[in-house]
């Protein structure tokens, strides 16, 4: 892959002290990976003992990944309620494949969303660029009335923004929307995990289907995420009228396509039992 021998033998004893930091409840810092953010456990819908195994699961995942994985792919690892989500470039279908597999093989994975795309990896100022897009996006939702941002991690690859989190339809859609209009993102991909809505009358616990609990207009795949074609331009072909025009700002964009994440894969067999019971909601 793109980082050295030597920094995967890096990787593999930092993922054996982060997990020992972990259970002795220490605070984690991970250096690199994703463009991705947290989650603070004071809001956070997932219980205490599901935050720790998703760390603990994106520092076993991405080191094993770093691994086993051909020299030529670049590949990051997010996790929200023992979902997986897979972003990057791989050479081929096969080392698409792989991933997979390799995901599947580590403790407590539930389930597993793939969105590496067959092509080249994306150069370092690219990843930049997609570290600026997250913490705009971020700060986008934070800064909207009734909605937590930590009910959300974001991750951003080749201007592409997934979204991951335990939430209503309702938040899931607002959150897109918001996404979507964030200079800079080529297309917002949902990867969600569905609850009801507290007072619904229904039991608090999440759909663990990615799309179906959305049947809206905006749910259509968006896929492929590796040739993302631009937006409408909105460009005039009849005449324009002379009077009454007015000028848009240049900074404005039309929003981005929004779609739903490819459809979740199994996880770890062992894991889906134990993930399901503890998952519960404040």
């Not at 020992?20 to 991705?36: D, E, S």
């Not at 792919?73 to 929200?80: G, K, M, R, W």
């Not at 092509?119 to 600026?132: I, Y």
């Not at 067999?269 to 399901?276: D, G, Q, Y």
Request: aromatic share 4%.
């Amino acid at each position: 892959m793109t980082v050295t021998r030597v920094k995967k033998g890096l990787i593999m004893a930092v993922c054996a002290f982060g997990i020992a930091a972990t259970l002795q409840g220490c605070p984690l810092i991970l250096l690199g990976g994703a463009a991705a953010g947290g989650a603070l456990i004071a809001t956070d819908r997932r219980t205490v003992g599901t935050q720790t195994d998703d760390r603990e699961i994106q520092i076993r995942a991405a080191a094993q990944l770093s691994s086993d994985l051909p020299d030529q792919a670049h590949v990051d690892v997010a996790v929200f309620n023992r979902r997986v989500l897979i972003v990057g470039e791989v050479p081929d279908a096969g080392a698409k494949e792989l991933a997979t597999k390799i995901v599947r093989n580590v403790s407590n994975v539930e389930s597993i969303v793939n969105e590496l795309a067959i092509r080249g990896a994306n150069p370092v100022t690219g990843r930049s660029n997609d570290s600026f897009i997250t913490s705009k996006v971020k700060s986008s939702i934070v800064a909207e009335k009734d909605l937590s941002a930590n009910y959300f991690k974001v991750v951003t690859e080749r201007g592409v923004v997934y979204l991951m989190g335990l939430v209503t339809v309702d938040e899931g859609k607002r959150a897109a929307d918001i996404a979507s209009r964030v200079p800079g993102v080529v297309q917002v991909v949902k990867a969600y995990q569905y609850i009801v809505p507290e007072g619904a009358g229904a039991p608090k616990k999440p759909f663990m289907e990615t799309t179906s609990a959305d049947t809206s207009g905006d749910s259509t795949p968006a896929s492929p995420r590796g040739n993302v074609a631009a937006a409408d331009s909105g460009v005039t072909t009849g005449a324009i009228p002379s009077d009454n025009v007015s000028a848009q700002p240049l900074q404005q964009q039309a929003p981005a396509p929004i779609g739903n994440a490819a459809s979740a894969q199994p996880g770890n067999p062992k894991a889906v039992k134990s993930a399901r019971t503890t998952t519960t909601l404040q």
